[in-house]
T-cell receptor, first 113, second 112 residues
Framework: GNSVTQMEGPVTLSEEAFLTINCTYT??????LFWYVQYPGEGLQLLLK?????DKGSNKGFEATYRKETTSFHLEKGSVQVSDSAVYFC????????????FGGGTRLMVKP | NAGVTQTPKFRILKIGQSMTLQCAQD?????MYWYRQDPGMGLKLIYY???????DKGEVPNGYNVSRSTTEDFPLRLELAAPSQTSVYFC???????????FGSGTQLSVL
């Protein structure tokens, strides 16, 4: 079956530090990969996505590259801000399963001024 | 811009009580979903619907029921609340499977 594993949090960084949140997946076929973000008191919202191998998704300074050879989709940002403090979820959608999303456990990021 | 609206935001239930979590969307989306989020775990799909009058079980449907009488509304019913149902519940919707999901802000439920 499908599964997503991401690093446990919380991750605590100082402002302007470099961010990496690791995500690896197990899936049959060729899934699409996503990062969702949940700001305090809000629902999840799509941050970025990649639909095929070697694609790079990017948004708001965040990037993630679809690595089929390592089954990974690590989230990176070169310089985090306090406003990036949130919970980040890695997810996959498999066309074989009606594009149902499988989520990782979430990683809480706390950025200090 | 209402999007996906969930009510209530917080609720405490006693074991054996029942309640309905409300979910409404104003985007004319056909596909609607209920997830639960347990601490440190990913979101688990409870039930989903591909259109009015059609519902189907997800990964963890036991102890829950849903209905979809209109396109806009997708309520989730807990008949006999159990402590194992303590969780945060999210409703989500999308126009079709190729599009992104829009989430509500969640309902935090505690069963004591």
């Amino acid at each position: 079956g499908n599964s997503v594993t991401q690093m446990e949090g919380p991750v605590t960084l100082s402002e302007e530090a470099f961010l990496t949140i690791n995500c690896t997946y197990t899936a049959t076929g060729y899934p699409s990969l996503f990062w969702y973000v949940q700001y305090p008191g809000e629902g999840l919202q799509l941050l970025l996505k990649a639909t095929k191998a070697d694609d790079k998704g990017s948004n708001k300074g965040f990037e993630a590259t679809y690595r089929k050879e390592t089954t990974s989709f690590h989230l990176e940002k070169g310089s985090v801000q306090v406003s990036d403090s949130a919970v980040y979820f890695c997810a996959l959608a498999n066309n074989n399963a009606g594009n149902m999303l499988t989520f990782g456990g979430g990683t809480r990021l706390m950025v200090k001024p | 811009n209402a999007g996906v609206t969930q009510t209530p935001k917080f609720r405490i239930l006693k074991i054996g009580q029942s309640m309905t979590l409300q979910c409404a969307q104003d985007m004319n989306h056909n596909y609607m979903y209920w997830y639960r989020q347990d601490p440190g775990m990913g979101l688990k799909l409870i039930y989903y619907s591909v259109g009015a009058g059609i519902t189907d079980k997800g990964e963890v449907p036991n102890g829950y029921n849903v209905s979809r009488s209109t396109t806009e509304d997708f309520p989730l019913r807990l008949e006999l609340a159990a402590p194992s149902q303590t969780s945060v519940y999210f409703c989500a919707s999308r126009r079709d499977p190729s599009e992104k999901l829009f989430f509500g802000s969640g309902t935090q439920l505690s069963v004591l």
